[in-house]
């Protein structure tokens, strides 16, 4: 089978060749051998071609399967550490896996490396579980024979990533709950108690005051047309969800989270890391820098910021250095800050550019895990005040025109009496 490999040779030139390989994983290692950094492969099938490895962005895998990677690798750098044969490793880790998809691919990949397959390369079988940023640092780890270290350092990556996550995660679970259970009650005061004061308002005879007045009306109208608000809830979330998944969504989204005032310097803080994390590691691994910027931009996360790794790589190939493409030009938004460039400039005056990213994104990761707490600290009673209020504003206006009769009576009381 036939496979345009589309790369940068060492002098950063581009190449673009035929290989003949049984499958795209050979054609990729062809091209290794060759020192040739791939960027795309090209399956050729009867004159036309269908792209087998896109250099598109792709998220790393979350939740579940972030878990089963991180597992998965800490064990197995402690077993191939200790002397065990990768396939008894891999074979251990399998019997230990419950039964579903997980242990299947388990499965397949100690039935690979024991047909004398290498283990990157079974791996990529299995993309929805090991990503290019993965396979990259066990492909490096194989070439130089330390396995176990590259497995030890991508399980640190991966284990960073989750706790990252989990964080993210901790600290929106209690704000969304308040946020949940208060729309509970309100709904439950507009749809269901309200109306039963309505007959109670119509026997005072009186004018309701405003805010009663709009609440009625609200809860009038929630009871009589709640499929139009159902169905345009519905027809909101769906138009958003495809606006999102497309291209310009996308792109809207990243740009954004990075430019609001509040959330842009979060979002730039957590973005930042990630790349300078994922690419210290790699460079660390002694994967080369054009293909350490190509799998970090892959993994970016934010469109913005694989722009800025595509530029680099663009930069790079022109034989100018990385932190040249960092640097915010002039009408550009800064998403790089200027103390991570002028360390990263350091780093590469030195030799040393892969642990220099690695310390940055170790401070920056402190650094937000204190900025997630204080935010969510101060979050929760705002939200706690917000909610309140209105409760209590919905509250009120429900007993307000009972409050209005009652001062009536006690005003009327004295000049009535004989």
């Not at 060492?10 to 051998?33: H, M, T, Y």
């Not at 640092?137 to 396995?147: F, V």
């Not at 969304?176 to 026997?203: A, D, N, Q």
């Not at 103390?339 to 170790?362: D, H, K, N, P, Q």
Request: aromatic fraction near 6%; glycine fraction near 10%; charge should be positive.
């Amino acid at each position: 089978m036939k496979y345009e490999i589309r790369a940068f040779d060492k002098a950063g030139k581009p190449v673009n060749e035929i290989f003949e390989a049984p499958d795209e994983a050979e054609a990729r290692e062809s091209a290794r051998k060759r020192g040739l950094f791939v960027t795309e492969v090209v399956e050729s099938r009867g004159g036309g071609s269908a792209r087998k490895s896109a250099a598109a962005p792709r998220r790393i895998a979350s939740g579940k399967r972030l878990l089963h990677l991180s597992g998965f690798t800490r064990q197995l750098s402690v077993l191939v550490s200790t002397g065990t044969p990768l396939v008894e490793a891999i074979g251990s880790l399998e019997r230990q896996a419950p039964e579903g998809d997980w242990r299947n691919v388990l499965s397949d990949l100690r039935q690979r490396v024991e047909e004398g397959k290498q283990f990157s390369e079974a791996l990529e079988r299995h993309p929805q579980y090991f990503d290019a940023i993965a396979r990259s640092l066990i492909a490096a780890g194989e070439s130089g024979g330390k396995l176990d270290a590259m497995l030890d350092r991508l399980s640190k990556l991966v284990r960073q990533q989750e706790k990252i996550r989990s964080q993210l995660l901790g600290a929106l679970v209690y704000p969304c709950l308040l946020v949940f259970v208060s729309v509970g009650v309100l709904g439950l005061m507009i749809g269901f108690v309200l109306p039963r004061f309505e007959g109670l308002f119509k026997t005072l005879g009186t004018p309701l005051p405003p805010m009663t007045a709009v609440l009625m009306g609200l809860s009038t109208f929630l009871r009589e047309f709640w499929w139009v608000l159902l169905i345009g809830l519905v027809a909101a979330s769906v138009a958003i969800k495809m606006w999102v998944s497309s291209a310009s969504g996308k792109l809207g989204t990243d740009r954004l989270l990075v430019v609001l005032p509040k959330i842009g310097p979060i979002t730039r803080n957590f973005a930042t890391a990630r790349v300078v994390r994922m690419l210290g590691v790699l460079l660390e691994a002694k994967v080369a820098l054009l293909e350490a910027l190509q799998l970090t931009r892959q993994s970016a996360g934010n469109v913005m910021y694989a722009d800025m790794l595509a530029r680099a790589e663009q930069i790079v190939t022109k034989g100018e250095n990385v932190s040249v493409a960092f640097t915010a030009r002039a009408g550009e938004r800064e998403l790089i800050p200027v103390s991570v460039c002028e360390a990263l400039r350091s780093g590469e005056r030195t030799g040393r550019m892969g642990a220099v990213l690695v310390s940055i994104a170790e401070a920056m990761d402190e650094d937000n895990e204190i900025l997630v707490k204080a935010l969510t600290s101060i979050l929760e009673p705002i939200i706690l005040i917000v909610l309140g209020l209105i409760v209590g504003g919905v509250a009120t206006s429900m007993f307000l025109p009972l409050f209005d009769l009652t001062a009536a009576a006690q005003g009327g009381a004295p000049g009535g009496a004989p």
